[in-house]
């Protein structure tokens, strides 16, 4: 779903109020109740609100929002962190490439680069890349788990598995307060498993809305990270527990 630019505006209101009636939106957009309708009834067809009697409310915290949502959802940030990271790879190196909004962001940085070999689950990114003859693009087989445009199980973790990689860059659902990254589903959480593990360099790209989201599924420790990129500093309980250097906090 692309969204309109007041539909966007729609949903920022209601991650901040988490329920409005259709009649306090019609006022705050002065446009008639019936336009409003519209949007808060395509919004709910996308999975982004759930509707009541007069109004709707964001859909539980324990679901994640649809691609398209959180692929508008601080751009701004997201650009950043995709050159940040983009600028620690090289020309020819081999990546993996993770599934997420933040890294097709890296994707998008990286189209103009020279020669590199990417391999991704992650297909908004591999088209991305693909648009650059200079690059090799590799994806996994296996079943599209839509509505999300990606690739995930058993054949994708093993066809990152098959790679040593010079760069790892993916992302994850949430960061707890402790520093234990955090993903919607087990599938998820496996998926960055292997990327690390088959990247001699791992970088972390998440928005600081990341630090707001506790998804339920474990996934490995931030201080198991050599980079994390972000766009805000980070909260104060998990700047206690970094020591030293390791891993590296760019703040973009």
Not at 14 to 35: N, W
């Amino acid at each position: 779903m692309d969204l309109s630019d007041r539909q966007t505006r729609i949903v920022a209101l209601f991650r901040q109020h988490g329920e409005m009636s259709v009649d306090a939106l019609a006022e705050h957009f002065s446009v008639a109740t019936q336009t409003i309708r519209r949007d808060v009834n395509a919004l709910c067809d996308a999975n982004v609100l759930r509707r009541y009697h007069g109004g709707a409310r964001l859909m539980t915290p324990g679901a994640n929002q649809p691609y398209e949502v959180r692929r508008v959802r601080n751009l701004e940030g997201k650009l950043r962190i995709g050159h940040a990271a983009a600028e620690r790879i090289p020309d020819g190196a081999t990546v993996l490439l993770g599934i997420g909004t933040t890294p097709e962001q890296v994707a998008v940085a990286l189209v103009h680069r020279k020669r590199l070999c990417v391999i991704t689950n992650n297909l908004r990114a591999a088209l991305v890349l693909a648009s650059n003859p200079e690059h090799r693009v590799i994806v996994p087989g296996g079943e599209l788990r839509s509505p999300n445009p990606e690739i995930l199980g058993d054949e994708a973790d093993r066809l990152f598995r098959a790679y040593r990689a010079d760069v790892g860059v993916y992302s994850v659902g949430g960061i707890d307060d402790d520093g234990t990254l955090l993903d919607y589903d087990r599938v998820e959480a496996a998926s960055r498993e292997a990327l690390r593990d088959a990247s001699r360099y791992r970088i972390l790209v998440a928005d600081a809305y990341k630090f707001t989201r506790k998804p339920s599924v474990r996934g490995g420790q931030l201080d198991e990270q050599d980079l994390v990129i972000t766009d805000a500093p980070l909260p104060a309980s998990l700047n206690n527990r970094i020591r030293g250097d390791s891993p590296e906090i760019l703040v973009v």
